[in-house]
């Protein structure tokens, strides 16, 4: 049986068309791995973020960093930055060091089963201490605590507020179920006038600031302030 010319020619044809569709696909598929490796920029949680804190305010208090991981393994909710569309959501549920943030895990107000109580007329204000700073361990939720502020040249330590209410310590609040639900501890949340709110915020910026725990019977006077040159009560 003999094959002509034509069949020959329609061969080479349909073999050059097999290999172009065969480069082509395997030059999308590079591609699309390629796209998958290009690293992408994201927030992680660089400590333990209790639910009801704005995320705005998780990144003045340290509690954020970017990282970079690739396209591939970052989900399509993680978010890549804190900017005015996002900067006043809250935390739904308490994010854990380590983790990404996502924006499914934010919303306009905190999930009601773990939401803190904030009293009428008050703000709740969100501040970072270390162990010395927040009394070792002893704070808890509905601990009343003073509260002292020292100048950032440390010529001048201050009463700020001779007397507030602890709402929470980490992600447990006086409204907590679950006081499994820790956080971390290095967040305490005060319950302050609007105004003292304005003054607490300041303070975290231009001083440090250290608790006292209070007793019921404890009186502390407004507004003291003690230099260096009276250390020693002279």
């Given at each position: ?11 080479i044809v349909l073999a050059v068309l097999a290999g172009v569709a065969v ?60 900017d005015s569309t996002n900067g006043q959501l809250v935390v739904n549920h ?67 507020f001779p007397s507030a209410d602890v709402l929470a310590v980490g992600a ?63």
């Amino acid at each position: 049986m003999k094959i002509s010319k034509y069949s020959y020619l329609i061969a080479i044809v349909l073999a050059v068309l097999a290999g172009v569709a065969v480069y082509a696909y395997q030059s999308s598929a590079d591609s699309r791995a390629l796209a998958g490796k290009q690293p992408v920029t994201v927030l992680m949680a660089k400590a333990d973020i209790p639910a009801g804190v704005k995320l705005q305010d998780a990144l003045a208090q340290g509690a954020l960093k970017l990282e970079n991981f690739p396209a591939g393994t970052v989900p399509a909710e993680a978010l890549g930055n804190v900017d005015s569309t996002n900067g006043q959501l809250v935390v739904n549920h308490a994010i854990a060091a380590g983790q990404l943030v996502l924006s499914t895990e934010l919303g306009d107000t905190a999930a009601a089963t773990t939401q803190i109580q904030v009293p009428n007329g008050m703000v709740a204000v969100s501040v970072n201490a270390d162990d010395p700073s927040r009394v070792a361990n002893f704070l808890v939720p509905g601990s009343k605590v003073v509260l002292y502020w020292t100048a950032g040249d440390n010529k001048l330590s201050h009463v700020l507020f001779p007397s507030a209410d602890v709402l929470a310590v980490g992600a447990v609040s006086t409204a907590s179920t679950n006081t499994g639900q820790s956080g971390s501890a290095n967040l305490i949340t005060l319950s302050l006038p609007p105004a003292d709110a304005q003054r607490l915020v300041l303070a975290t910026r231009t001083g440090s600031l250290y608790f006292g725990l209070l007793s019921d019977s404890t009186v502390i006077s407004s507004g003291s302030s003690i230099t260096p040159d009276k250390l020693l009560g002279n």
